[in-house]
């Protein structure tokens, strides 16, 4: 792909954005000039800031990142837009943002590359540690935690009347995606070698698991004590499948596994929470006014869907409950079918080959380790929030990459497609 | 590390594939299952052809029909507070919660896309059966007209609704042409038997007969004879309907006391229960929780558990279905199906199938169980004692030829009261169908709800005739 073609597929995705939230203003509200006109000149402000500072600093990155991206994220704010016009109109500044810092992270990593961050992973780990300890600050201090939807995974920033909410689980995920990056392609021989077993189980020796295991219980902790069940499952998953991919063992996969399913057991029993989610995944109509009604209003959603939707602005998305953030997937499928849903999960498909095509190119463990890493990150939260609302898991609430409502996710996720990008520069030409 | 990196890189793909597949078949199958839900919103909302599928009774008369985009009701008030209206701007009743399933979409779903891939015929829009049969609805409809109350009858093992009066009416008709102007008549609108509550008086008895013998009383346990009963702390006593003792002026036995329809007893009955118990039987009996109905129905109440607890005077006067106590005719009809069920009241429904305009079937409501209300033991003891309510109490005026006739009767007071009332089981004779009937004002339910229900039973014994 040429650079002009680059260029001209995020524009074109500016385009979308902005003929997109024209059409929905007619019926969501809003300014049929003013807001198609401030969708297109954020977008274009935000990946033509990147798309520049790729040229300068990375030139060699992939050229098929960007193009991706900028359509998921156009298609997402249309819809949140069209949900919610206030929400939209803050989402293009979080997105601003994002792109801001995305761009300020490929400036930083321009003179000494990726390998300059395995210096600081210990720094990274315990930056991680903070973010997820922070919403168990007491919810009087400025910046202190909040408790949203029985859980306690916000942290609000007060300044004199304002406040400002941030999930901080959504950029631990990339910091430990670093660290583990880090450790495991130091480590991932000693962590091959199973010298023990138990029956046809070989075990890896105890000494080389235990350190990173520990961090890892640690920070699970955090998160169940917090009940974000969504962001638990994120990090352990990937943890779990960066162990497997540095180390080319099944045992860890299986381990996760059955881990998986322990631990669900157990917090179906002991969080009723979390059993009203699993009866409410299981048996919608059985709540109806109670437990089952947001899965019930998303399966109305979805029967509305047909072959090309309801038509965008046509639908009632707003019938269910968190349709900007958790359930944005179903509120596109309503609006667009079968056709738009299966054009955004090919979107994230192709992100997700190019990114694994940016691991397996990579010269080193390292990167090859980090750009998997964060790959599995997008993919598996991709997976959890899709299945989720679709009904083939249970659902775990977590955001849609670039496509949720959410600050924190959007700014996340462009340092992570930054740091993608980085790496893909840095394949041998 | 390639080879485990590129296992998960295709797992992972494929897993976001399989999305995909799942996303299709689901859009197909919530498309087919739930587009027509009556609780979808969405059914209300959306693109229609012109043109609708008529309301059927379960034995074939058209309530409503469709004459050039116009909706006509040819049974006029008979079938108002039921079927509703659907003008182009305001819609009710049934006319509104199966709206689009009576009507063609113009944006189709994805199964119907593929369904019609094969033959190209043009659609035709769906017929709506009822479950109400239709010279049972005119039997009640003619036996409460002229008055203010309800009607509604219920198949006692499916929960399907036979007939369902609400009085005064409206000709819908009427409000299709532009004529009458619904909010200029909120009297006549009032759904009365699912959306007006009123005390229940002593039908109530039975829930609290329910609860005593729930905790090892019989119908022949003995209470002592009085002619008022004073709770502990009480302002004032509570005093029999007939002032005076209800048996011999010493004891009475429990169906003794519901035969009679004795004040003093239950007052007393329900205060030496406790407000847990009896506030836990009406709970299972659906007090204070909201039931499922096609158009939708209004919640029974009962005081809080704190005031049963705390208050004998207010406890002794829930034993006899006053202070707080409220309750729709719905309710009280599917209390007195559960007794004759085994205990097990049904999910109440009015629609039987939705249909193509040929007669086949699309869609076939099954029955569901709504809850248990009694154990089986205590509702086999209800059935004997109301029984002889009818027999030889209170209930003489719902005796019908034929029938095995277990009711209980109710005289409510209340703003504009006192108001009657009469629930039963009938059978022949095990019971088949339950019914209640509500008079606002009509004070006696002895002497006015009980005909009313007699009649209605006659009605429903001549069906098959």
Redesign the interface.
């Known amino acids: 792909m040429t650079r002009r073609t680059e260029a001209l597929l995020v524009a074109l995705s500016a385009a979308i954005a902005a003929a997109g939230t024209a059409l929905v203003t007619a019926t969501a509200g809003g300014d049929v000039v003013l807001d198609p006109l401030a969708a297109a000149g954020a977008h274009l402000a935000a990946f033509g800031g990147m798309l520049v500072a790729l040229r300068r600093w990375s030139p060699d990155a992939s050229r098929l990142l960007l193009p991706l991206v900028s359509l998921i994220t156009a298609i997402g704010a249309i819809e949140v837009f069209r949900i919610d016009p206030d929400l939209g109109r803050l989402q293009r500044w979080w997105l601003l943002l994002g792109a801001g810092i995305g761009i300020i992270t490929l400036r930083v990593l321009h003179n000494r590359g990726v390998t300059v961050l395995r210096r600081y992973r210990y720094l990274f780990l315990l930056g991680a540690f903070g973010l997820l300890l922070l919403p168990l600050l007491p919810s009087s201090l400025p910046l202190g935690g909040a408790t949203v939807n029985g859980s306690r995974l916000w942290v609000r920033l007060t300044m004199g009347d304002r406040t400002l909410s941030f999930q901080p689980g959504e950029g631990a995920k990339v910091l430990i995606v670093v660290f583990l990056a880090s450790y495991l392609a130091d480590r991932r021989r000693a962590l091959a070698v199973m010298p023990r077993s138990i029956g046809p189980v070989h075990l890896p020796e105890p000494r080389q698991v235990l350190p990173v295991l520990l961090a890892f219980t640690a920070a699970f902790l955090v998160l169940i004590y917090q009940r974000d069940l969504g962001a638990s499952m994120l990090l352990f998953m990937v943890f779990v499948v960066m162990l497997f991919v540095a180390t080319e063992r099944p045992t860890y996969l299986i381990a996760g596994a059955a881990l998986i399913a322990g631990g669900g057991l157990a917090a179906v029993n002991s969080f009723s929470h979390v059993a009203v989610r699993v009866e409410a995944w299981l048996h919608p109509f059985a709540d109806y006014a109670g437990g089952g009604y947001q899965v019930a209003q998303s399966v109305f959603a979805l029967s509305e869907a047909g072959l090309v939707g309801a038509g965008l602005g046509s639908g009632s998305p707003w019938l269910i409950p968190a349709a900007a953030t958790d359930y944005i997937f179903v509120a596109i499928v309503e609006e667009t079918g079968l056709a738009g849903g299966l054009a955004l999960l090919a979107a994230f498909g192709l992100l997700i080959t190019v990114g694994f095509g940016i691991a397996l190119r990579a010269t080193d463990a390292f990167r090859s380790l980090l750009a998997a890493g964060l790959t599995i990150v997008l993919a598996v939260q991709t997976l959890l929030i899709v299945g989720g609302v679709l009904r083939m898991l249970p659902l775990t609430g977590i955001t849609l990459p670039f496509v949720s409502y959410g600050g924190s996710s959007l700014l996340s996720n462009m340092i992570l497609i930054a740091l993608l990008a980085r790496v893909s520069h840095e394949e041998p030409a | 590390?390639?080879?485990?990196?590129?296992r998960?890189?295709v797992v992972?793909?494929l897993?976001?594939?399989l999305?995909?597949v799942?996303?299709?078949w689901?859009?197909g199958d919530?498309?087919s299952?739930?587009?027509d839900?009556p609780?979808?919103?969405?059914t209300q909302?959306?693109d229609f052809a012109p043109g609708a599928g008529r309301v059927l009774t379960a034995d074939g008369v058209v309530v409503a029909d469709d004459a050039d985009g116009d909706r006509t009701y040819p049974e006029g008030v008979a079938y108002a507070h039921l079927v509703g209206y659907a003008t182009p701007d305001e819609r009710s009743g049934l006319e509104a919660s199966r709206y689009g399933a009576m009507r063609i979409r113009t944006?189709?779903?994805?199964t119907e896309?593929l369904l019609r891939l094969g033959s190209d015929q043009g659609r035709q829009p769906r017929d709506v059966v009822l479950t109400v049969v239709d010279p049972l609805q005119q039997a009640a409809r003619d036996a409460i007209a002229g008055q203010t109350g309800a009607v509604v009858v219920i198949e006692v093992a499916t929960g399907a609704v036979l007939a369902y009066a609400s009085s005064p009416s409206y000709d819908p008709n009427r409000v299709v042409a532009g004529t009458l102007d619904p909010e200029d008549i909120p009297d006549a609108m009032l759904d009365r038997v699912a959306r007006r509550v009123l005390p229940p008086g002593s039908t109530f008895k039975v829930i609290v007969s329910a609860a005593a013998l729930g905790v090892g009383a019989t119908q022949d346990s003995s209470f002592p004879d009085a002619e008022e009963y004073l709770a502990p702390g009480a302002g004032s006593a509570i005093r029999n309907a007939a002032d005076g003792f209800c048996g011999d002026g010493e004891t009475v036995t429990l169906i003794e006391a519901l035969q009679v329809s004795c004040n003093t007893v239950f007052a007393r009955l329900a205060v030496e229960l406790g407000g847990g118990v009896v506030g836990d039987a009406a709970h299972r009996a659906w007090f204070g929780r909201?039931l499922p109905w096609e158009t939708g129905a209004v919640p029974s109440t009962i005081s809080d558990p704190a005031l049963l607890r705390d208050d004998p005077g207010a406890l002794a006067q829930t034993g006899i279905g006053e202070r707080d106590v409220r309750a729709t005719p719905l309710l009280m009809a599917l209390i007195a199906s559960a007794v004759g069920n085994q205990g097990v009241a049904m999910q109440p429904f009015v629609v039987a199938a939705i249909a193509e305009q040929s007669g086949d079937v699309v869609e076939r409501t099954s029955p569901k169980v709504l809850g248990r209300m009694f154990d089986g033991a205590v509702a086999a003891e209800l059935l004997t004692m109301m029984e002889a309510v009818v027999s030889d109490g209170t209930g003489t005026a719902a005796r019908v030829e034929g029938l095995t006739v277990a009711g209980k009767t109710g005289t409510a007071e209340g703003s504009g009261g006192p108001h009657a009332w009469f629930i039963a089981v009938a059978g022949r004779p095990e019971p088949e169908i339950a019914i209640a009937v509500v008079v606002e004002g009509g004070s006696s339910g002895g002497r006015v709800a009980a005909p009313i229900a007699a009649r209605v039973l006659e009605a429903w014994r001549d069906l098959d005739e």
Do not use: F, P
């Open positions: 590390m390639k080879q485990s990196l590129h998960v890189a992972l793909t897993l976001v594939a999305s995909g799942w996303l299709t689901l859009a919530t498309a299952r739930y587009r839900d609780r979808n919103l969405r909302t959306g944006t189709e779903s994805i896309w909201s």
